[in-house]
């Protein structure tokens, strides 16, 4: 399909990339190592695509950054390969080269120079056992250097430079010294258009047959692939270049071409250009590499971005696993809404229903960020659209309605109420003739338990103990709800006799082992902590990340007590090489949960050292970054938190996002800082026609300066928002615009727009 996509660019002579027999150089670079009485000899190496690269000058040969698919066990072989010297003549001819190339103002006579290095080279390769890897370290750097000059030559310039830089690419890759930055060089060329001047489908499909032809080169010389790209002036002259621009580049080409209607669009396709399998780069990372590279075409890329909008939005089923998949990976409520928003958007576009499946996984996430209300709204969605509930929904209403936080709020009166609650929607069920499964059972138990009626719940655990793995999920149950109402010695003695007694060999849940835990560190126990850890590992207990943060907060507290200072790093790296967790789940969802956790627990010093340690492994993580951001400026250092936004909004996303949460976080700490930025936004908006203030932005800044009675403030932002063009409004700022009528003078046209 590649090939289709990009034509035949790559011809049989290419394919083979084999360079034709030099002409014997007459020169003094070549007599002088012909009239050479003794042969220097070095070991052959063979072009390899060795370990990761640790920068090093053109001088020495660097080793070639490792593409993904290789295995790791070739990695290991090839990283363990020894060190072969620089053959003298390769090095010498390379120098004197790179010595005329800098002094030589003459770009034909440098061009020569090297050409003739390179071909005298060539006839004395096999003999000298000099590798192309070899000849392509030393040699890469020139070519840089010749290409540069030859980019940026006077028009005018005397004498006239006759190669173009096609010719040069072309004479690079033949003979295997060209790097992937010298094509992207040319297809940024061959992608810029004068002013005025429109981008076809031509730019599109000649960029894309570049990008395949660098894609068979780098391919058949995998030593070419490099992170890093150094010009003739080493460490110093560092070029800009990333691997990423020229799959994101093919990847917006490909997608342009689609939308131009010139070949059909496919997702698999899309992702070849990316290099990672079902992969296809993130829409603002590709608009920052169009950006970096002066391609940037706000037109165009709105063009690009709503296809792929529109594509998604065709191929998405609402109703499938990828819907499931999204649901189950939300970071939190907010974004767990706007997952729920989406469904229920393309279910009304398509005029269908979002199956109970579906609703039920939103309500069991729901219930884990204890969203009791939500839980409830989407159970009578459930009743309301005439579908009767199946068990597993009523299982989770069960949960909701008797999980010990939501216990503990309540007032004593409340209680009652909701024990009765609790015990009618029982009946309902049965009533229902629905039968109880083992999940059943064991919300049933664990309600009883948290209500403190242990007797129930024993009499439920016994007269269900037949439906398969009802027992274990009931003692549970019975379990936690001692913990939770303290009766955690009885709790001890109840879990050691279901182990003892259990002929299904009863294991109790993380969730189980984390009540034990959070318990004990609640009471500074921390032999118990250790304990019970060891209890975990002897019986194969998963730890969630629930119970990474319970333990890191139990390492910082247990070393503050006798006077020593946490090193998170050495802590969290013995927890990852553990024998049960094996770094299972120890992924970027994983490390940002963990993350959210400390900061929830107000542990900023042990936030600061995680996110220290998790931003080399994800740098341009939105969740880690965010989080942290929100950390410093509600618990830590606020101007900390501000360069940390100003990094974010630099290198990682530009959006309302962002702001919204900076801003909305700091007024609460710093009320002239969250001006300062509100107003920054709204300048960037103004001046560079970039994000601006939303109505989430200025429904919490109204809400601010009402409860602190600031009228003036209050009046300022009605009288920016009178004069916005805006359609919507959302749902809350209108009500709230509505309430602020008595307090300062809200305009009758913005009151008319509001409520239409």
């Not at 890759?173 to 040319?186: D, E, G, S």
């Not at 698999?268 to 780069?281: L, M, R, T």
């Not at 009304?348 to 960020?369: G, S, V």
């Not at 740098?619 to 900390?640: C, F, H, M, Y």
Request: glycine share 4%; charged share 25%.
């Amino acid at each position: 399909m590649l090939r289709k996509i990009v034509g035949r660019t790559a011809s049989s002579s290419f394919n083979q990339l084999k360079v034709s027999t030099p002409r014997i150089s007459t020169s003094l670079l070549a007599l002088r190592y012909q009239s050479s009485s003794s042969t220097t000899t070095t070991t052959t190496t063979t072009a390899t695509t060795g370990t990761t690269t640790t920068s090093s000058t053109p001088g020495s040969e660097q080793q070639p950054v490792v593409k993904q698919e290789k295995k790791q066990e070739d990695i290991k072989k090839k990283s363990k390969r020894e060190y072969v010297p620089i053959n003298p003549k390769l090095q010498d001819i390379s120098e004197q080269i790179k010595s005329a190339i800098l002094k030589n103002e003459d770009l034909s006579e440098s061009f020569e120079i090297l050409e003739e290095g390179i071909s005298f080279l060539k006839s004395i390769q096999q003999d000298e056992r000099i590798s192309d890897s070899q000849i392509f370290f030393k040699f890469y750097p020139l070519t840089i250097e010749l290409f540069r000059l030859a980019q940026n030559q006077p028009k005018n310039n005397q004498p006239v430079f006759k190669k173009s830089l096609d010719e040069l690419l072309e004479f690079f890759v033949n003979n295997k010294i060209a790097t992937p930055w010298h094509f992207l060089q040319i297809g940024v060329k061959d992608l810029m258009v004068s002013p005025g001047e429109e981008i076809t489908a031509t730019h599109y499909q000649k960029f894309l047959s570049l990008w395949f032809k660098c894609f068979e080169y780098c391919k058949q010389n995998e030593y070419v692939y490099m992170h890093t790209i150094y010009s003739i002036r080493g460490k110093k002259g560092e070029i800009d270049y990333q691997p990423y621009y020229l799959n994101n580049l093919a990847v917006y080409c490909y997608v342009q071409l689609c939308s131009l209607g010139e070949i059909k669009y496919s997702p698999v396709d899309a992702s070849k250009f990316s290099n990672k399998e079902n992969h296809i780069p993130l829409r603002y990372n590709i608009q920052k590499t169009l950006n970096h590279l002066g391609l940037y075409n706000k037109g165009s890329f709105q063009n690009f971005a709503n296809f792929l909008r529109n594509d998604e939005k065709k191929r998405f089923d609402p109703n499938g696993a990828q819907s499931l998949y999204k649901i189950d990976n939300t970071f939190d409520k907010k974004q767990l809404d706007m997952v729920y928003l989406e469904l229920v958007e393309v279910c009304k576009e398509r005029k269908i229903q979002i199956d109970e499946k579906i609703i039920c996984a939103l309500m069991e996430r729901y219930l884990k960020f204890e969203e009791y209300e939500e839980v409830f709204t989407l159970f009578e969605n459930i009743i309301n659209s005439g579908i009767k509930p199946n068990i597993e929904s009523w299982n989770v209403v069960i949960k909701a309605m008797t999980n010990p936080t939501r216990i503990k709020s309540e007032s004593k009166y409340s209680r009652k109420q909701l024990m009765e609650n609790f015990e009618r929607t029982i009946k309902t069920i049965q009533a229902s003739g629905l039968k109880f499964n083992a999940g059943t059972i064991g919300a049933i138990v664990s309600g009883y338990a948290n209500f403190g009626e242990f007797e129930k719940a024993n009499e439920y655990m016994k007269n269900y103990s037949s439906i398969p793995g009802a027992t274990n999920l009931a003692n549970d149950g019975l379990l936690r709800g001692l913990i939770s109402n303290n009766k955690t010695d009885e709790a001890e003695q109840k879990l050691h006799e279901f182990i003892s007694q259990s002929k299904a060999q009863y294991k109790p849940s993380t969730n189980v082992m984390n009540d034990f835990l959070h318990y004990y560190i609640q009471r500074k126990n921390y032999s118990a902590v250790n304990g019970l850890t060891q209890f975990m590992r002897q019986h194969e207990i998963e730890e969630n990340v629930t119970t990474r943060t319970i333990l890191i907060n139990a390492y910082f507290e247990s070393l503050h007590a006798i006077g020593k200072t946490p090193d998170l790093s050495s802590y969290l790296k013995q927890m990852e090489q553990s024998s049960k967790a094996n770094k299972k789940g120890f992924n970027e969802h994983m490390h940002s949960t963990l993350l959210k956790g400390l900061i929830q627990g107000g542990n900023i010093e042990a936030a600061r050292q995680l996110f220290d340690i998790l931003k080399k492994r994800y740098p341009r993580s939105s969740w880690l970054n965010t989080q942290i951001i929100i950390a410093e400026v509600t618990l830590g250092d606020a101007k900390l938190g501000e360069d940390l936004f100003n990094n974010y909004i630099k290198e990682i996303r530009n959006d309302n996002i962002i702001w919204n949460t900076f801003i909305h976080n700091l007024l609460q700490k710093d009320e002239r800082l969250a001006d300062v930025y509100f107003n920054k936004l709204k300048q960037q908006q103004a001046q560079e026609g970039k994000v601006g203030p939303n109505f989430y932005t200025y429904y919490f800044m109204l809400q601010h300066y009402r409860r602190k009675g600031k009228k003036d403030k209050v009046q300022q932002l009605i009288n920016e928002l009178n004069e916005k063009d805006w359609k919507d409004f959302g749902n809350v700022l209108p009500k709230f615009i509505n309430n602020l009528t008595g307090f300062v003078d809200v305009p009758a046209t913005l009151l008319q727009r509001v409520n239409a």
